[in-house]
């Protein structure tokens, strides 16, 4: 038996499920229960109330909470990051079956209005001629239940990511964009409160090593496995969802470093959507968010 680590997830992650099937985590001397979170302004509620001990989230998000106090939670919480994740895993903006071009009036659902993902939303829409208030924002939580309501009708647009494009491509609905095309780009990292935490820097560890074994052309068939049984794929999706986590531009992060120029991407987008005088702070402060080995330029 390994320590019991509780991370929240949006979608099951395939990574921490390959990780599992290969021994990482028992090596690791980990146990990892994977909890799924509603919303991010859920999953920090959880990880400040201690309910969580890790959290694979948007590093808007952990901007957001750590560095600005106009944040879904109205407070700042300290915070780390141990590594980058991925690359946003294929994070695009995608339209209903029929829908044709967006027109002013369309429903797009998001995690929440002022996140991340919805910023990379709003900037592909820009690129096709709508502005933010030209569209109904819905709040329709994570990925999966957004996915979800494009299917059923319930909205017109969202960001979808992870595997969750798969089903909705599969169902008819069309791709608009991809946050690789708005710049170098950050989907997902590790991140836990700010304080020291073994459990926690080993997961890290582990994910990195499984996350380099997949860039190297290994685990094939695991991940296929893991992709199958995670996210309900098909034998086709899976081995697409496989070369997905080795494009280096939307895939794994292979290293597990957070490098600056992907943050600026953020911060510009963020910038664009929320103007926050806080944001003029996060460059110099990375450092005290980013685990020394994980910073580069």
């Known amino acids: 038996m ?41 999953q920090f509620t959880s990880l400040l109330a201690g309910d969580l001990d890790a959290v694979l989230t948007s590093p808007d998000n952990v901007l957001a909470y750590h560095f600005l106090s106009r944040n879904p939670l109205g407070r700042r919480i300290p915070l780390v990051v141990e590594a980058a994740i991925d ?24 995690d929440v209005a ?36 494009l299917v059923e009708g319930r909205c017109d647009l969202t960001v979808l990511n992870a595997g969750n494009q798969y089903p909705a491509r599969a169902a008819g609905a069309v791709l608009l964009g991809e946050a690789s095309d708005l710049g170098p780009y950050l989907g997902t990292v590790l991140a836990g409160r700010a304080t020291p935490s073994a459990e926690r820097r080993r997961l890290a560890d582990a994910l990195i090593e499984v996350a380099r074994m997949i860039g190297a052309g290994g685990l094939d068939d695991v991940v296929r496995g893991a992709a199958g049984d995670r996210l309900g794929l098909s034998v086709a999706d899976a081995a697409s969802f496989v070369e997905l986590l080795r494009d280096p531009e939307r895939g794994l ?17 963020r910038r664009a959507a929320e103007p926050d005088p806080g944001l003029d702070d996060v460059e110099a402060g990375l450092g005290e968010l980013v685990d020394a080995d994980h910073l580069i330029d």
């Open 87 to 110: 690359r946003g895993l294929g994070l695009s903006l995608w339209a209903r079956g029929g829908l044709g071009d967006p027109r002013p009036g369309a429903r797009l659902a998001v």
């Open 114 to 149: 002022t996140s991340g993902f919805a910023f990379v939303g709003y900037a592909l829409l820009a690129r096709r001629g709508l502005a933010r208030d030209d569209v109904e924002v819905l709040a329709l939580g994570s990925t999966p239940r957004r996915a979800s309501a």
């Open 253 to 269: 992060v292979t290293t597990g470093a957070v490098d600056r120029r992907s943050v600026r991407t953020l911060l510009d987008l």
């Open 2 to 42: 390994g320590d019991r680590l509780r991370l929240g997830t949006f979608t099951p992650s395939v990574l921490v499920e390959v990780a599992r099937r290969s021994g990482a985590l028992e090596r690791a001397g980990l146990e990892v229960d994977e909890v799924p979170v509603a919303s991010s302004p859920a």
